[in-house]
């Protein structure tokens, strides 16, 4: 296959799902711009702020229980914020993106209907045009959306785990 034929199967599948489909789009790169900044986060950023969170720690150390408890929340918390960055709009944007595809289901529908109130039923051309956009776009939605939930879910219970483990260390240092 060559580039030309691929540019020209995906400008008909873009023309197919209407604008919808640009939505969709613009919305999934959202999602895996972000995607791949957590991860890049986990491997790199966090591990740098937990230490300096942990030298904080050791620098401020006090014997009093009450307020080492204190400073151990503090500092479990900030990390726990650090860790949690992003991910409230990775779940909105996989819950965005199938309504996005139901949109283009309904788009797609509603101008079958309006095909078949001003032809009949005998332009089946045009009523399949209306059904290709309906299908494209629910696909779409879908496929994206599944496609990052999987890996949301994935980096929550990384954050979580990395802020349980970093509280363990805090308090077996106390």
Known sequence: MNWTSYKEGLAALFEQGGVTLWAILFASILLWI?????????????????????????????????????RVQALVDDF????????????????ILPLLG????????????????VFGTGNTR?????????LVTTMAGLFTALSGLYFVSDLESRAQDTARRFEAELVEDR
């Open 34 to 70: 972000l995607i791949f900044e957590r991860y890049w986060s986990h491997w790199q950023q966090l591990p740098r702020f937990q230490r300096e969170l942990a030298d904080e720690w050791q620098k401020g150390k006090t014997p009093g229980r009450v307020q080492s408890f204190r």
């Open 80 to 95: 726990r914020a650090e860790a949690n960055r992003n991910l409230p709009a990775l779940n909105a944007l996989t819950t």
């Open 102 to 117: 139901l949109l283009g289901t309904v788009s797609g529908m509603i101008k079958v209907f309006d095909v078949i109130t």
């Open 126 to 134: 045009g009523m399949a045009s209306g059904i290709s956009e309906a």
